[in-house]
Each structure stands twice: as structure tokens, then as C-alpha cells.
């Protein structure tokens, strides 16, 4: 018997909703030489509004002795006073994906059958975004001058570093050359941003080289957005910094069925620390506490955790579960809205087939 010791981080909102099904459905699933072990923490707004603790050392100290860590969404209300913006997303979020050096934000995009896209002919769409994740604009590198005057600057710097960048794009051609269309799309924007542009340019060039089987295209971001709305079923492997990879996942959800479906890992591949499994989407303050948030995201997340932990059957079941509870809720033909717990519990009663 192994043990898999998960810290599981609810946060707010619909996480801790969406985090107990993810956990129900990890029960069925993992095999029987698995005794999943999960210690949940109470991180995120309330922690925060109660003593002021964002993600005190020691705990994080506690967090990184685990096998994975499964999160499920931080952050308020957008606007709400007590919680200025970033506490919780700097703080907590942040923090974990730069202290536990997750720097491939890995996120899935496919339509699945049964599910219904926003459009009209998406084609066979199967691609993955490999987000780089532990820089670009989001190292906090800035800052303000005079504040609130009309004479205000602020700056947001963007860091990239050759060992970053490198280390994320050997990560994304590895991954394109275990596909089956051995293909990678970098995307930036090298026409404006020259700098960090020049230094992801040449090292997929160098890299390349190592791949001779993977065909490399590039893209600007803004075309990118074209393609992902006229023409996804082009991508493979996307390649992209960090500011990018965040906004094309929000694109790239609801382009194949909405952001109730979309898994990310925050991985290090160099296993130095625990990788971390959460949904694409945030806290949803505006649908929290109903009981209808869709735990599907969270719980393919469960099922990219099992596959980074080797336990590549039970991710497959996992995923086969979530697919024949679509395929089946698309050939019933009703439109069923169904609670947060009762999508949980079908999936679950799958896997346990
Ligand atoms: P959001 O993803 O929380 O919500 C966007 C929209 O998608 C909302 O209408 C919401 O109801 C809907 N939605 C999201 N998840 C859903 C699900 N599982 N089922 C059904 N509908 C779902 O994005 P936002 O509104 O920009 O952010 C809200 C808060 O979450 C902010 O504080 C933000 O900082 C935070 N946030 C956290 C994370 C994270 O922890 N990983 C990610 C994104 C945003
Ligand atoms: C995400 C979120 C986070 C990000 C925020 C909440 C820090 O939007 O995981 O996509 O920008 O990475
Ligand atoms: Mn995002």
C-alpha cells in the first residue's frame, strides 16, 4: 500500500464546492494499492478576513511535503472593499506556483463528444496549452510613482530569463512529440514585444533542434485569437508566456464547451516540489453557494494529478467517465440542469463501474 498525501485547498466561492467532488470521484478512482490521504486547508478569504494570514510560512512549509496539491478557486467579489485585488490571488496563488516552481501550466482544451460548442463548425479540436508559469508579467516586478495623482506611472514589468523560458519550451516540444500530430505553435507577440519576444524566438529555434519530428509554427497573439474562434482544430501544442497562456485558456474553454470543463496542472516537471491541480475558472462569486457550479473541471484536474502521479489508468477512467457522462447527457436529448453534487455523483458511480 502507497499513500497519496494530497493538501486540498477549497479556497472560496465555488472551490470548496467543486473540490469535494473532485475528492469523491479521486475515492473511486484510485487504485486499490492507493490510500489517498488528503489534509485539507482552510486558506483563502475567510482565513484572510478572520486573522489576516494569506499563506503563513509554516503552512507552506507543511504544503510542500505532500505528493500533489489539489486547489480549488481563490479571490472575492471583483470590487469588494475588505479584499483588495490580489491579496489572495498574489498571495496564495501565486505564491505556490512560484514558490513550488510550477513552470508548465498545463491546460487541455478538446470538445468532447456530446458537447455542444459555441461554434458553428469547430471541427476536431484537441490541443494543449503549455503556459509558462513562473514569469512574465505576473512576478510582481513593478510599481507606482506619485499614486492617485494625475501624474500617476505605473509599470508592470514582464521578466523573462533564458533558463525560463528554455526549461517550459523543452517541456512543450517534449509534449508535441508525443502527439500524434507532432506539432507546436508558439505564440507571442515579437512585432511589438521585442525583447521577450527575441529570447522565446530563438530558444524554440534552438530547441527545435532537438525535435526534428515536431513542426513549428508562430503566431501573434491577437491572430491567435482569430484562429481559435475560425479555425482551433489547427492547434497541437501551443507554446506561450504566462499573461498569454492565462487569457487564451479563458478562450480556448469557451470555445469547447465553457470553463466548467476546463482542467489545468501547475507541474513541475523536475518533481524538486508537489505540482498543483485546479480548475481554469475562478472563485464565481456569482453563482457561489447555489449548488450549481459544474465540478467537471476539477475533477479532470483530479484525473491530470493521477496521470503526473503515473497512475495512468485510473486518470484514463477518470476521463472516460466524464466523457460517457457527456455522451450520455447529449443523447438523452433534454436539457437537464443538473446540482454541483449530482454531477459528482454520476461521475463518480462511472468510475466505480
Ligand atoms: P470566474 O472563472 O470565477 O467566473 C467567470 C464566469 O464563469 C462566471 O459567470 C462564473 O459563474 C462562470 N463559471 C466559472 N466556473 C464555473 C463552473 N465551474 N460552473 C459554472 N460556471 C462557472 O472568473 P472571474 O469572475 O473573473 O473571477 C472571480 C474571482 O475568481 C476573482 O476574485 C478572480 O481573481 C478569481 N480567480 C481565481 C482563479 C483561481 O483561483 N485559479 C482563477 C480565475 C479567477
Ligand atoms: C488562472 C487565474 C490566475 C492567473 C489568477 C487568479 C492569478 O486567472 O489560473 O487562470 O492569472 O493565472
Ligand atoms: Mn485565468
Given amino acids: 500500500m502507497t499513500s497519496l498525501k494530497l493538501a486540498v485547498i477549497g479556497g472560496d466561492g465555488i472551490g470548496p464546492e467543486v473540490t469535494e467532488e473532485a475528492l469523491k470521484v479521486l475515492e473511486v478512482a484510485a487504485p486499490a494499492e492507493l490510500k489517498v490521504e488528503p489534509t485539507r486547508y482552510d486558506l483563502g478569504a475567510e482565513r484572510y478576513l478572520a486573522t489576516g494570514e494569506v499563506l503563513p510560512d509554516a503552512v507552506l512549509a507543511e504544503i510542500r511535503e505532500h505528493d500533489a496539491i489539489l486547489l480549488g478557486a481563490v479571490g472575492g467579489k471583483p470590487g469588494d472593499a475588505r479584499l483588495p485585488a ?11 506556483r512560484f514558490e513550488l516552481d510550477h513552470y508548465v501550466n498545463l491546460r487541455p482544451s478538446r470538445i468532447f463528444p456530446g458537447v455542444v460548442s459555441p461554434l458553428a463548425a469547430p471541427g ?16 510582481g516586478n513593478g510599481g507606482t510613482l506619485r499614486a492617485g495623482t494625475p501624474h500617476e506611472v505605473a509599470t508592470e514589468v514582464s521578466l523573462n530569463t533564458a533558463h525560463g523560458v528554455e526549461r ?14 507532432r506539432k507546436l505553435t508558439l505564440v507571442h507577440k515579437t512585432n511589438v514585444l521585442v525583447h521577450a519576444g527575441a529570447v522565446w524566438s530563438r530558444l ?7 525535435f526534428p519530428d515536431v513542426t513549428v509554427d508562430y503566431l501573434h497573439v491577437d491572430a491567435a485569437t482569430i484562429f481559435l474562434t475560425t479555425d482551433p482544430s489547427r492547434f497541437d501544442v501551443i507554446v506561450t508566456d504566462n499573461l498569454f497562456g492565462d487569457i487564451l485558456t479563458d478562450l480556448a474553454a469557451a470555445i469547447t464547451g465553457g470553463i466548467g470543463l476546463a482542467a489545468s496542472g501547475n507541474i513541475n516537471p523536475d518533481r524538486t516540489a508537489p505540482s498543483m491541480f485546479e480548475p481554469v475558472h475562478g472563485s464565481a462569486p456569482d453563482i457561489a453557494g447555489q449548488g450549481i457550479a459544474d465540478p467537471t473541471a476539477a475533477i479532470l ?3 491530470l494529478m493521477l496521470d ?12 472516460a467517465a466524464v466523457l460517457a457522462d457527456r455522451a450520455e447527457l447529449a443523447a438523452s436529448g433534454r436539457d437537464v440542469r443538473r446540482s454541483t453534487s449530482e454531477i ?3 461521475i463518480a458511480a462511472r468510475v466505480a463501474h
Fill in 204 to 210: 524554440v529555434n534552438a530547441v527545435a533542434a532537438e
Fill in 124 to 139: 476536431d479540436v484537441d490541443f494543449v496549452v503549455v503556459r509558462e508559469g513562473t514569469e512574465g508579467p505576473y512576478t
Fill in 86 to 96: 490580489g491579496i489572495l490571488e498574489r498571495g496564495l496563488l501565486l505564491k505556490l
Fill in 168 to 181: 517550459v519550451v523543452r517541456d512543450a516540444f517534449a509534449r508535441a512529440s508525443r502527439r500524434p500530430r
Fill in 301 to 303: 484536474s483530479v484525473s
Fill in 308 to 319: 503526473h502521479l503515473g497512475h495512468s489508468q485510473a486518470a484514463a477512467a477518470v476521463e
Fill in 344 to 346: 459528482g455523483d454520476a
